[in-house]
């Protein structure tokens, strides 16, 4: 059974900071790894999907890198902003068929950033 | 081009009644996912529909089922509520089954039983 954990559980941050949120999972047999943002009672905004073949994946001031041999993922921000507050969850996806599009997920991060 | 949509917005439903979420996915998405989350906690999943049919099951009771209809939008039931059912419930579709296409989520409903 997959689990995943998030760490930290929470960070603050001031403005324009660069920050780095970790991602461990424990079945390293992943077909990807998508990474979300959630808004305090909202639904799942994706932001990045990163394939096991590759090892870094880029999106405006995103960054998401995959080692799935030691089952972790990371998710980095450039300069941070105020309306980057919000929980960061990462979620594999598992390669087996019968299973292949469950996702699990951790508990998250919850991100503030003080102006 | 409309995302994931869902209704309610909110429920609120008293302990041992019955409830049906519904949600209609992104346009040219065939697959449909029910996940739910507790308040503090990730999402889990409860089951996958492609194909009118349920795919994938997560380790949920037989209170919860399920419907996708022919136009792809589906439905979440769950019988004999319990105060532990009170959850935001999200749907999320994909164009299809397979694990290399991303998932997308709606709003959610939230689901409040007393």
Do not use: M
Not at chain 1, 4 to 20: H, K, M, R
Not at chain 2, 52 to 64: I, K, S, V, Y
Not at chain 2, 75 to 92: F, R
């Amino acid at each position: 059974k997959q689990e995943v954990t998030q760490i930290p559980a929470a960070l603050s941050v001031p403005e324009g900071e660069n920050l780095v949120l970790n991602c461990s999972f424990t079945d390293s047999a992943i077909y990807n790894l998508q990474w979300f943002r959630q808004d305090p009672g909202k639904g799942l905004t994706s932001l990045l999907l990163i394939q096991s073949s590759q090892r870094e994946q880029t999106s405006g001031r995103l960054n998401a890198s995959l080692d799935k041999s030691s089952g972790r993922s990371t998710l980095y921000i450039a300069a941070s902003q105020p309306g980057d507050s919000a929980t960061y969850l990462c979620a594999p996806r598992p390669r087996k068929w019968t299973s292949g599009s469950r996702l699990t997920f951790g508990e998250g991060t919850q991100l503030t950033v003080n102006p | 081009d409309a995302g994931v949509t869902q209704s309610p917005t909110h429920l609120i439903k008293t302990r041992g009644q019955q409830v049906t979420l519904r949600c209609s996915p992104k346009s040219g998405h065939d697959t449909v996912s029910w996940y739910q989350q507790a308040l503090g906690q990730g999402p889990q999943f409860i089951f996958q529909y492609y194909e009118e049919e349920e795919r994938q099951r997560g380790n949920f009771p037989d209170r919860f089922s399920g419907h996708q209809f022919p136009n792809y939008s589906s439905e979440l039931n769950v019988n004999a509520l319990l105060l532990g059912d009170s959850a935001l419930y999200l749907c999320a579709s994909s164009q299809t089954p397979l694990a290399g296409v991303p998932q997308y989520f709606g709003p959610g409903t939230r689901l409040t039983v007393t």
